[in-house]
């Protein structure tokens, strides 16, 4: 009997090789488990790997040719696909010293995630134009421990850039209906919104949006702006719901997939169910900070808590879950939005003029996992929601997002009962300043098999990077319809 099961019968603890059998780094070729997540089923099983793709997926003990140098046994350590996210903004090149790919990914391996999709800001310069794409792959070349794929952007006046964009490898746009925040990023007009619409008919792009109109009277010059409550009545509901609805109206007249990003008001799922009826070809995500923080229990001053839209009141979040449950919003991200600290401007803590973003990356699998298993969740409603649907969301779904033969060897290999503290030292990413410092989780994550490589285990990364840049090839045709003005 090895140390592992000598161990794991005395303690209960799961069998697991350790570091010296499968170092951090190496192929692995089989991969073992008790509870392996496959479609419709979690059963013991072993997952043959060959050439960083999935061959074969057979009954645990079913293959025995492997040298054990090459087997990663788990004992009862959940399997199931790396988890996909779509929703991440790494602000390199240009602004470095808030975040990078090295340390985003690094922190995403350890999160569990194997794929995610960098934004089109807050990076200088933008990836607004074809150049600055190209500029945006170079920053990232050798940096990433895990798969990317990138956003494009839509701004005022770059609508020649769309297809061309398409065709080197961005599988969709994200705009704003609201300022952004950056100079370089400015939000769109309704007719430009019409003009891009007409470019993209034809193709299999989306558009993804941050649904926010500024449509209100604004905060008085006397408000307590170190508040939480102030910051909250000055993006109210009505600013998500305003600009939801002049989305669908698009979707529905144009027929282009469209996508809500970081849906925080409820008060807009009325509408979307609605126009998903009448065939608009629309998605929505949700955040972890939507799905686990609430506007009650926000200090006062404690900026590291803003994020545009805000996180409202509890009642409002359970709404949220409510429609996560029935398959009204299809997906969980981060939106891992980091700074510098000094832009928290956590001295004074004005709500109003400090930065907008939440750190959470690292830590998305424990905390939807945490939230989401005492309302009757379960492992297939966390890869349906953190792996299956991001992929379709950026067209990798016949490559990534599930275990099955001939799909990508992306996995991640995690504990859903083990309980943890989040401290600052376990944080990977580069600024540690994050609500979530002092919670206790569920669901820790052991290790990350990117493509069969073990680029992640038990607090050790990979020597080096071995993360792809994912490029999506567009079908398109050759000129969309014309717009109805």
């Known amino acids: 009997m090895s140390v592992e099961q000598q161990e794991a019968k005395h303690t209960g603890a799961p069998v697991i090789k350790r570091m010296s ?6 192929e692995v070729r089989i991969v073992r488990s008790n509870r392996v997540v496959l479609d419709n089923i979690v059963c013991s099983a072993e997952i043959v790997i060959t050439n960083g793709t999935i061959t074969r997926i057979l009954p645990r003990g079913g293959h025995s040719s492997a040298n054990d140098a090459e087997v990663l046994d788990v004992g009862n350590l959940v399997v199931m696909p790396g988890v996909i996210d779509p929703h991440v903004h790494v ?13 985003a990914t690094r922190a995403a391996a350890a999160g569990g995630i194997t794929t995610m999709v960098d934004m089109p800001l807050n990076s200088l310069p933008p990836t607004t134009t074809v150049s ?6 170079q920053a990232a070349d050798g940096q990433c421990f895990v798969d990317m794929a990138f956003w494009g952007g839509v701004v005022p006046e770059n609508q020649a850039e769309l297809r061309p964009m398409l065709k080197a490898g961005i599988p969709g746009f994200k705009c704003f209906l609201i300022s952004s925040g950056v100079d ?5 007009s309704l007719m430009d919104l019409h003009k891009v619409m007409v470019i993209l008919q034809g193709t299999e792009s989306i558009l993804l949006f941050h649904a926010e109109l500024d449509n209100t009277q604004g905060i008085p010059a006397s408000a307590h702006t170190s508040e939480y409550s102030m910051f909250l009545e000055s993006r109210p509901d009505i600013m998500e719901v305003d600009a939801i609805r002049t989305i669908i109206d698009l979707c529905l007249l144009y027929k ?3 996508h809500i990003v970081h849906l925080s008001s409820a008060q807009a799922l009325p509408i979307i169910r609605e126009a998903r009826r009448a065939g608009a070809p629309i998605t929505v995500e949700t955040t972890h900070h939507y799905l686990t923080l609430d506007s009650d229990n926000i200090p006062p001053g404690a900026t590291h808590y803003k994020c545009c839209p805000p996180i409202r009141k509890r009642i409002n979040q359970e709404e949220l879950w409510a429609a996560l449950h029935d398959g009204h919003i299809d997906m969980v991200v981060s939106d891992h939005s980091p700074c510098t600290p000094d832009l928290k401007l956590q001295g004074d803590g004005d709500f109003l003029k400090a930065w907008g973003g939440i750190s959470s990356l690292q830590f998305g699998l424990p905390l939807f996992w945490t939230a989401a298993a005492c309302r009757g969740f379960g492992l297939h409603d966390v890869v349906r929601l953190m792996c299956a649907n991001p992929a379709k969301l950026c067209r990798l779904e016949e490559r990534k997002g599930a275990l099955r033969p001939g799909w990508d060897a992306d996995m991640v290999i995690w504990d859903p009962d ?13 600024h540690k300043l994050t609500p979530y410092l002092g919670f206790h989780l569920r669901g820790q994550v052991f290790a990350s098999i990117l493509r069969g490589t073990l680029i992640y285990q038990d607090g050790n990364f990979c020597p080096l990077p071995c993360g792809d840049h994912i490029l999506i090839q567009s079908k398109s045709s050759d000129k969309g319809n014309s717009p109805y003005y």
């Open 184 to 188: 370089e990023f400015p939000c769109v």
């Open 256 to 258: 282009v997939k469209c």
């Open 91 to 103: 602000n390199e090149p240009g602004r470095v010293a808030w975040e990078g790919y090295w340390t």
């Open 21 to 26: 059998s499968i170092a951090v780094g190496s």
């Open 132 to 137: 600055n794409f190209q500029t945006k792959l």
């Open 418 to 430: 083990k309980e943890f503290e989040v401290q600052e030292h376990m944080i990977h990413h580069k």
